[in-house]
């Protein structure tokens, strides 16, 4: 990675989530959608507000948020990015068109089924992010 990173003119490569204190950085973010047994979009009702189970489930994040950033953003200059005036998640909360909620909702129904879930630092291993955020899941999969 080092030599396309060199190839690229750049002359250093770094996975730091922030490498000063007065740049933004950069992170990870992800995209999900709740389906049914069906295969049918479960985000949102008629494109307009969060469905009964997606609310649930966006519950589920944000009163789990403070575990999930613990455990996806281990490293002390994470803790750099989750601070205002970057342009990151710093507040445990959803909002639409919102960059600095945790999960920011840009719109709902067909054309977007995805909701956007804000960890700007992750572990090492990706697949360990994909494991905590269904860890959130109520019990209840109605």
């Not at 740049?23 to 999900?32: A, P, Q, R």
């Not at 049914?36 to 489930?57: K, M, Q, T, W, Y």
Request: with cysteine; aromatic share 8%; net charge positive.
């Amino acid at each position: 990675m080092a030599g396309i990173a060199r190839q690229g003119g750049n002359e250093h490569l770094t996975f730091s989530p922030i490498v000063s204190s007065v740049t933004i950085g950069s992170g990870l973010h992800v995209h999900f959608s709740l389906q049914d047994l069906e295969g049918r979009e479960r985000n949102s009702i008629d494109g307009a507000r969060i469905s009964v189970p997606a609310g649930a489930f966006l519950a589920g994040i944000l009163g789990n948020l403070p575990s999930l950033t613990a455990f996806n953003s281990p490293s002390l200059i994470s803790a750099e990015r989750y601070s205002p005036p970057r342009w990151t998640a710093y507040f445990n909360n959803l909002g639409m068109m919102d960059r600095r909620a945790a999960i920011p909702i840009t719109r709902l129904g067909s054309g977007s089924p995805n909701i956007h879930f804000e960890l700007r630092r992750r572990t090492p291993v990706p697949a360990l992010t994909w494991c905590s955020v269904p860890w959130s899941m109520p019990e209840s999969k109605d």
